[in-house]
């Protein structure tokens, strides 16, 4: 007869049988309806976004889970649509549109035509900040790239600007990002709040080098000379401020989307909640020639089906009689690829308390491998694990030792990594919140956000190990005598 030990490991036994329910065949049985074409890449907003939230309060219905939004499970995500409607700029008496020597990127609204002062920043660094006053006034920055203008953009707001014009010396790269942004903007930027209007914080104007010479009435070449001489000489204030009229308008429109919960009452501590989420959205159609469609097989299908099965096998075990001691919430949100914005809606319209949420499981992108582990064993990437818990993070690694023992790599576990993976899913929502959290992931790879992320090229084996591992730390995290908790 075997000796055991009151307490120790007690549940590992039951664990491990609802672990083993989760297989490679129900995620793909899954996933091949989530990602298949008649989805149409899951757009928020989209038809194909709406079959998806239906499959999955199907499910949840199926497994007998509670619909917890006033007897729902979706909760209605409110958004608004904007696409560029007359945006211009007026430099003397020269009216420049929209899409022609400039482009407005943003969602500003200008609330009629604006006349404001206009002054150059050079390469918009604090220094150059530093030589003139900017306040109610346009600025002129030139940078190298465009996508060098978050900083100067946010400088001049910081310092008061009414908005912001960017030239680059080089023509065509300034008409390649008027086709990018033609494209880009006419699809219509979602947001959570309706863009109302406001003199200040109104996007940024690009505009072509030849606008930047008209305006102070110069040429390039003087300009970038004044740009890169030394700050001490104060050559930007020799030039002297232009003026200029400008309108941003844009046509907003509401969309409607949803979040989708399914909800597991606990038993002794069911006022306390574990939380599981993965996004269902993706990011719709391509227009390129050949496959139009984003499928999102692992972005994030992957996740989206593996809460489709640990609710499932949480579901049984309630049926079982030995359901988990601290309530369930399965959520898939909408709106992630577009800017977070279901999670970051659940967070401002929580459906249970959030000082009662006890962590958030966020699984986005868990079916593949990249490149850098091409012939790794099983692993995933764990990020934010110790961030706000540290008794979280030891938990989640010594479950990980006694289950499945996959490789936790930590390479983006660093909030100052180049590639910011911690802010980039729904589990920030919840972070900013100070709920502890755990994002598995997968890595970067090269069907990243394409129409070749499909089914077709998910490992199934490495998904299900992945979705127990979530399983087990959530089972621990539901059933332990100790709610997890921030460390500060
Ligand atoms: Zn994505």
New binding site residues.
Partial sequence: MLITIAGLHAQAPVAKKYGDMITPADLKEYLSIIASDAFEGRETGKRGQKIAAAFISTHFQELGLIPPVNGNFYQPVPLYTSIPGDIYVIVGNAKLNNFGDVVYYGTGNSGGELSCPVVFVGKGRKEDFDQVTVTGKAVVVEVESFSGFHEPLELAYQRGANTVLVFNPDVNQFHELVEQLKTYTSEGTLSLTKPSPSTQHSGVFFIAPMVAEKIFNSTLEKLKKAALEDTKKSALKKFKPGSLRYQINLETKAVNSENVLGYLEGTDKKDELVLVTA?YD??GKGKNEGDQINN?AD??GSGTVSVLEIAKVFAQAKKDGVGPRRSMLFMTVTG??KGLLGSDYYTQHPIFPLAKTVVDLNI??VGRRDPQHKDSPPYVYVIGSDKLSTDLHNLSERINKESTNLIFDYTYNDQNHPDRLYYR?DHWNFAKNNIPIIFYFDGIHED??KPSDEVSKIEFDLLAKRAQCVFYTAWEIANRDQRILPDK
Avoid: L, N
């Fill in positions: 996004h993706h990011i999102g972005d994030d992630e690829e986005d992108m899913s990243y956000h």
